[in-house]
T-cell receptor, first 111, second 114 residues
Framework: LAKTTQPISMDSYEGQEVNITCSHN???????ITWYQQFPSQGPRFIIQ???TKVTNEVASLFIPADRKSSTLSLPRVSLSDTAVYYC????????????FGQGTTLQVKP | DAEITQSPRHKITETGRQVTLACHQT?????MFWYRQDLGHGLRLIHY???????NKGEVSDGYSVSRSNTEDLPLTLESAASSQTSVYFC?????????????FGSGTQLSVL
């Protein structure tokens, strides 16, 4: 069963770049890596997904090394509104598409 | 716009009572999921469904049941509510089944069992 490991919490200041690394040593060959963001009192929201190398969208970048055993979510120039919990997900290895969430990383952005 | 809605937003019940949480999506998605969220545990999968009449157990399914009679709805029933089931419950749906699956979540139901 593929499992992810992330830091429980991180602090940053407005305007800084934040990098959150996720470990997924047992990722399956066909699994993608997906990140979700969750604000208080809301459900998680998809932010980015990738398979290898680098993916960038209007919200974040995702860096995946060749061995795919880890990935790094990069948030450029964070603001107070980026304070949230960030979840890294991979499939459960069964190719059923069932996604398993870990505890996530609580990012606190300070002024 | 398509959306996924949960009701009620807040519910207080007593131990031993049967409780049903509603989830309705207008995305026309085949896949629907129920998660619970507790401090220290993140989101844990309770039950999921890949289509009408299909239901499957997740990692914490004991004490819960679901039924899928149409595409839009996946109600979650607590047969006999226990204090350990006090939690925030999230429903989600997705279009396709596979490794690139993207989940769309509702706003959650805060359930308190006294």
């Amino acid at each position: 069963l593929a499992k992810t490991t992330q830091p429980i919490s991180m602090d940053s200041y407005e305007g800084q770049e934040v990098n959150i690394t996720c470990s997924h040593n047992n990722i399956a060959t066909n699994d993608y890596i997906t990140w979700y963001q969750q604000f208080p009192s809301q459900g998680p929201r998809f932010i980015i997904q990738g398979y290898k190398t680098k993916v960038t969208n209007e919200v974040a970048s995702l860096f995946i090394p060749a061995d795919r055993k880890s990935s790094t979510l990069s948030l450029p120039r964070v603001s107070l509104s980026d304070t949230a919990v960030y979840y890294c997900l991979v499939g459960d290895g069964s190719n059923t598409g069932k996604l398993i969430f870990g505890q996530g990383t609580t990012l606190q952005v300070k002024p | 716009d398509a959306e996924i809605t949960q009701s009620p937003r807040h519910k207080i019940t007593e131990t031993g009572r049967q409780v049903t949480l509603a989830c309705h999506q207008t995305w026309n998605h085949n896949n629907m999921f129920w998660y619970r969220q507790d401090l220290g545990h993140g989101l844990r999968l309770i039950h999921y469904s890949y289509g009408v009449q299909d239901t499957n157990k997740g990692e914490v399914s004991d004490g819960y049941s679901v039924s899928r009679s149409n595409t839009e709805d996946l109600p979650l029933t607590l047969e006999s509510a226990a204090s350990s089931q006090t939690s925030v419950y999230f429903c989600a749906s997705s279009e396709s089944r596979g490794v690139r699956e993207k989940l769309f979540f509702g706003s959650g139901t805060q359930l308190s069992v006294l």
